[in-house]
């Protein structure tokens, strides 16, 4: 699988952003998808995953409730929606592909995703 990030940019606090991720290769309906952030001078870390069916989801604490994963496995393209976003959630986001199929709490590592996008940056201003 290979990954191709777009839609980051400038918004205000409170607002909206959608984030898509293609993605080519015959794997991608039996892969799990993520996506990751990493801001400035801090690590990457987990933002939400989905399995290959899409039929599970997991969401960090930090934006559960305000983030939206979802998948379209004949588009072979994984979005996250973004809403009431905050100046914390300003950083650079990432997506992932993992080759297994189902996505558990142990795959916020990420050790445990072996395909990565580039990174697409999302700014929060006040």
């Known amino acids: 699988v290979q990954l191709q990030a777009s839609g980051g940019g400038l918004v205000q606090a409170g607002g909206s952003l959608r984030l898509s991720c293609a993605a080519s290769?015959?794997?991608?309906?039996?892969?799990?998808m993520g996506w990751f952030r990493q801001a400035p001078g801090k690590d990457r870390e987990f933002v939400a995953g989905?399995?290959?069916?899409?039929?599970?989801?997991l969401y960090a604490d930090s934006v559960k409730g305000r983030f939206s994963i979802s998948r379209d496995n004949a588009k072979i393209t994984v979005d996250l929606q973004m809403s009431s976003l905050e100046r914390e959630d300003t950083a650079a986001y990432y997506c992932?592909?993992?080759?297994?199929?189902?996505?558990?709490?142990?795959?916020?590592?990420?050790?445990?995703?072996?395909?990565w996008g580039q990174g697409t940056l999302v700014t929060v201003s006040s």
């Open positions: 992932a592909a993992r080759n297994v199929p189902h996505v558990t709490w142990r795959d916020r590592d990420v050790g445990q995703w072996e395909t």
């Open positions: 290769g015959r794997s991608f309906s039996r892969s799990a």
């Open positions: 989905i399995s290959a069916s899409g039929g599970s989801t």
